[in-house]
């Protein structure tokens, strides 16, 4: 399937769920209002005629902008993310952050040869920095450690 | 003119001096770099506004702004790397400037091309807001829809050659505005019985997920890590361009003019501007042979017209709420977490606190003028900023910003899902703006809609009865069908 056809297809699936939830929608509580399910209809009318639109029209083949390498590279550095986030939900800000700061650096750094402990400086201290600047300063809040 | 200096008065304090310098200067080192358009710049700074007053927190953010729109000449003249989309066409004059040896030449003249095109653009603003605002007031819902409508469609019919995506792109933003509670009967929609989603996605998650992490993860992806590379001329101290000011003049004047129009124009801002005000001055001129060989009429043009571009995006998002251009979005997400509402009513009730975002927008153009000046040779020198440092340190960023404006880990998982529809956004080739734009503008498309159709007793042509809503309608449709008509005569 072509990369326009797959497109139009994932529109009109996304189409026809937000038609099918919003039919369920109940009528507004205001009198004189058209309802909460007009404008869920209307989003759902555009994807799937757009949608059907390029089912029909995007036989044509078109280079994908990523390429095998670049596929496997976007799924890691997702997971590096993913992983951070999950992390962070139970061990909190300080770990985590330093941690995902030093893998990325190294991903991001490759062939360039940083010494790694460049890479470890540069982790902690901008950790302790956004600690110091969030947590001290701002009076913001971060994330915090659920299990100790 | 008393709440000019109303504004004033509070604007001149040492902290929001400071802060509007401050500002300007991260906007600009962060502008500067190629990959990180100025809106960027804004998220990253963000969390810092929270906890401000809002006249420190403007001044901070217009400095900023107007400080990521003047930095990105400087990959363009040095390298022939614009730093963003607005200072593409620079690079036709200015890197070939540089490569004659005259670098500080260049550089020169496009520090005086930036200050021309952003402050008489803020004044101009400043003018024309309370005119287009005491208009704006007389608006019913009918009008506002029209005006949001017209706006969505005009950055569709943008996205040439893909219109279908432009409105599957848009169609997504809109559906995204209606998870949560909805307008008016407040029927929760799409929240599949969580918490988390009764209340909508938050604006900043979105724009985070859908700018700094699909830019991230795209240009590890693609070892996309743009142009740390180093330059061999060295600059010299500022030369005031004087004698091409003189023989620029008409050039200078005309590109403000187009750079203004367009920036008000929906969705065209800067990235547009810069290149049609160099196409112009080209046919324009004299010597069209001589552009594209390092003419410094080639710098004038795109130079001042970006920056003229500032003063028009603000006009619409001050004057009437509506954001025409992503980085205005993030200026208007950051003044409304402080509690600042743009729109006609601001104009009229607190007329300072507009006139405070105009002075702070001077002010920084004032400064990022000076910046620029005294740090001509130091300036270059951001170009070198490893990507492997920065990137990772704008994610943590611009996380534990969504995490402090939500204060839960939800929204935080949130930014990864809209990362991934960034990405698939990208591969699918379906342009952003619409989706942004729709995003943006959706609960005030569906208020004012449901608002009309019930005030006029359920009479969908209301619409069309309304001399100005008519209008804007017209435009709007015409607007998506002038393409395909263009196209099929072109046949």
Redesign the interface.
């Known amino acids: 399937m072509t990369?326009?056809r797959?497109?139009g297809l994932?529109?009109l699936v996304?189409?026809v769920v937000?038609a099918v939830?919003?039919a369920q929608?109940?009528p507004?509580?205001?009198a004189?209002?058209?309802?909460?399910a007009?404008?869920?209809f209307?989003?759902?009318g555009?994807?799937i005629l757009?949608?059907l639109?390029?089912l029909i029209?995007g036989g044509v083949k078109?280079a994908?902008?990523?390429t095998k390498e670049?596929?496997v590279?976007?799924a890691k550095?997702?997971a590096v993310?993913?992983l951070y986030?999950l992390a962070?939900?139970y061990l909190g800000?300080l770990i985590p952050?330093c941690a995902?700061?030093y893998v990325?650096?190294?991903?991001?750094?490759e062939e360039?040869h940083?010494a790694w402990w460049k890479?470890l400086v540069?982790a902690i201290v901008?950790t302790i920095a956004?600690y110091l600047?969030?947590h001290n300063v701002?009076?913001?809040?971060?994330?915090t450690n659920q299990l100790f | 003119m008393n709440t000019v200096l109303l504004a004033l008065t509070s604007f001149f304090q040492p902290i929001n001096l400071l802060l509007t310098f401050g500002g300007c200067l991260i906007g600009m080192v962060l502008g500067a770099i190629p990959g990180l358009a100025g809106g960027m710049a804004i998220t990253v700074i963000l969390p810092l506004t929270f906890t401000m007053k809002p006249d420190m927190a403007m001044s901070l953010l217009m400095g900023i702004y107007v400080g990521g729109d003047s930095g990105g000449y400087i990959g363009s003249i040095l390298l022939g790397i614009p730093g963003t989309a607005a200072n593409v066409a620079t690079v036709y004059d200015g890197y070939e400037m540089t490569k004659k040896g005259k670098v500080t030449k260049a550089l020169s003249i496009a520090t005086v091309s930036n200050f021309l095109g952003t402050l008489p653009s803020l004044l101009a603003a400043m003018l024309l807001c309370p005119v287009i605002a005491s208009l704006a007031v007389k608006m019913g819902p009918w009008e506002y829809f029209s005006l949001a409508f017209m706006a969505i469609t005009l950055v569709v019919s943008l996205s040439q050659g893909k219109m279908l995506k432009g409105f599957i792109g848009a169609a997504i933003g809109l559906f995204i505005t209606q998870i949560g509670y909805a307008p008016i009967s407040a029927t929760r929609r799409f929240t599949f019985g969580s918490r988390y989603l009764s209340g909508g996605f938050n604006m900043l998650t979105v724009l985070i997920g859908i700018f700094a992490g699909t830019m991230i993860m795209l240009s590890y992806a693609n070892r996309d890590k743009g142009a740390t590379m180093e330059f061999s001329q060295k600059v010299e101290k500022f030369q005031f361009p004087g004698k091409e000011i003189m023989e620029n003049a008409v050039n200078i004047v005309r590109s403000f003019l187009i750079g203004l129009f367009i920036g008000f124009l929906p969705g065209m801002g800067p990235a547009l501007s810069n290149v049609v005000s160099y196409s112009t001055a080209k046919n324009s001129s004299k010597h069209p042979e001589k552009f594209g060989t390092g003419c410094a009429d080639g710098i004038f043009a795109p130079e001042v017209a970006n920056n003229a571009s500032i003063g028009g995006a603000i006009i619409p998002m001050v004057s009437l709420g509506i954001p025409g251009d992503s980085t205005t979005v993030l200026l208007l997400s950051a003044l409304t977490i402080q509690g600042i509402s743009p729109g006609p009513l601001l104009q009229k009730m607190q007329p300072e606190v507009v006139d405070m975002i105009f002075i702070a927008g001077i002010f920084s153009a004032i400064f990022a003028l000076l910046i620029q000046i005294v740090g001509i040779r130091i300036l270059p020198n951001v170009l070198k900023i490893p990507y492997h440092f920065l990137y990772p340190a704008i994610l943590v960023l611009s996380f534990m910003g969504v995490y402090a404006s939500t204060t839960n880990m939800f929204s935080i998982y949130s930014i990864l899902g809209f990362t991934a529809l960034g990405i698939w956004m990208t591969w699918a080739d379906i342009p952003v703006t619409p989706f942004i734009l729709s995003f943006v503008l959706g609960t005030t498309l569906e208020t004012n809609f449901r608002n009309a159709i019930s005030y006029a007793g359920g009479d969908w042509t209301s619409f069309f009865r309304r001399p100005v809503s008519c209008i804007l309608l017209i435009i709007a449709i015409g607007s998506v069908l002038m393409p395909l008509i263009r196209k099929k005569t072109q046949k």
């Not at chain 1, 004189?32 to 909460?36: A, E, H, L, R, S």
């Not at chain 1, 701002?138 to 994330?143: A, G, S």
């Open positions: 990369k326009n797959s497109t994932i529109a996304l189409g937000i939830q919003a929608l109940p507004s509580t205001m004189g209002d058209i309802g909460p007009v404008f869920p209307i989003s759902a555009i994807l757009c949608g639109g390029m029209t078109e994908s902008i990523f670049s596929l590279r976007l550095i997702f993310v993913l986030i962070m939900s800000f952050t995902v700061l990325l650096s190294v991903m991001f750094a360039d940083i890479i540069f901008l956004i600047l969030f701002l009076n913001l809040k971060l994330p």
